[in-house]
Nanobody, 127 residues
Framework: QVQLVESGGGLVQAGGSLRLSCKASGRTFRNYGMGWFRQAPGNDREFVAATSGISGRTYYADSVSGRFTISGDNAKTTVNLQMSSLEPEDTAVYFC????????????????????WGQGTQVTVSS
């Protein structure tokens, strides 16, 4: 069984930075793609960033492009999200997700296409 464990959330002032990490484990895990979604109170879960485990290509939501950077390790079992220039609007629970199918520009934002989810980590940005 595949498990994802997130770490690195917390409280930061606007303009600050945080780094989230997600570690995957499980004998059947194959990294076709890993990414991050977030959900603020009263809002739907939304795509933040993802990286293909096959090509290494990265994808970002327009709202975080230029401020967030997603990266993975050589073993393809960890994905990190470096968040800079944080804004109060970035406040949300951030979820790591992994998929067992090819990640493309057409499906990267579809949360239903991700098979495994972490428990979530809270990020709070104060103004």
């Amino acid at each position: 069984q595949v498990q994802l464990v997130e770490s690195g959330g917390g409280l930061v002032q606007a303009g600050g930075s945080l780094r989230l990490s997600c570690k995957a484990s499980g004998r059947t895990f194959r990294n076709y793609g890993m990414g991050w979604f977030r959900q603020a109170p009263g809002n739907d879960r939304e795509f933040v960033a993802a990286t293909s485990g096959i090509s290494g290509r990265t994808y970002y939501a327009d709202s975080v492009s230029g401020r967030f950077t997603i990266s993975g390790d050589n073993a393809k079992t960890t994905v990190n999200l470096q968040m800079s220039s944080l804004e109060p609007e970035d406040t949300a629970v951030y979820f790591c997700a992994a998929r067992q199918s090819f990640l493309t520009v057409y499906n990267v934002r579809a949360s239903d296409d991700y098979d495994t989810w972490g428990q979530g980590t809270q990020v709070t940005v104060s103004s």
